[in-house]
């Protein structure tokens, strides 16, 4: 079993910067991904940005350039780096992994998630 706990949301205005993290507990072994997935009201989830136990990494179109994601396997903790964010970034954030290689919206373990607002 794998426990995920996302934290550094907030509301930042348009332009800014935020920083979320995501600290995992429990054994990942194998092939897997990490993965920030995010969910807008009315909207269905999607893949933010991943990146594989191979290093490889992936972003949405919408987040290329702003957005980076990283990881430090020595604290079990993954992050994403938002740079330049817009009102349309605003979602709920949620961290992932699952095994292999895949970036399916329905597998895996999930984190609580984490509230991002951009707004004026």
């Known amino acids: 079993q794998v426990q995920l706990v996302e934290s550094g949301g907030g509301l930042v205005q348009p332009g800014g910067s935020l920083r979320l993290s995501c600290v995992a507990s429990?054994?990942?072994?194998?092939?897997?991904?990490l993965g920030w997935y995010r969910q807008a009201p009315g909207r269905q989830r999607e893949l933010v940005a991943g990146?594989?136990?191979?290093?490889?990494?992936t972003y949405a179109d919408s987040v290329k350039g702003r957005f980076t994601i990283s990881r430090d396997s020595n604290k079990n903790t993954m992050y994403l780096q938002m740079n330049s964010l817009r009102p349309e970034d605003t979602a709920v954030y949620y961290c992932?992994?699952?095994?292999?290689?895949?970036?399916?919206?329905?597998?895996?373990?999930w984190g609580q998630g984490t509230q991002v607002t951009v707004s004026s």
């Open positions: 990146i594989t136990s191979a290093g490889r990494s």
């Open positions: 992932n992994t699952q095994s292999p290689w895949t970036y399916d919206l329905h597998s895996g373990f």
């Open positions: 429990g054994r990942i072994n194998g092939r897997y991904t």
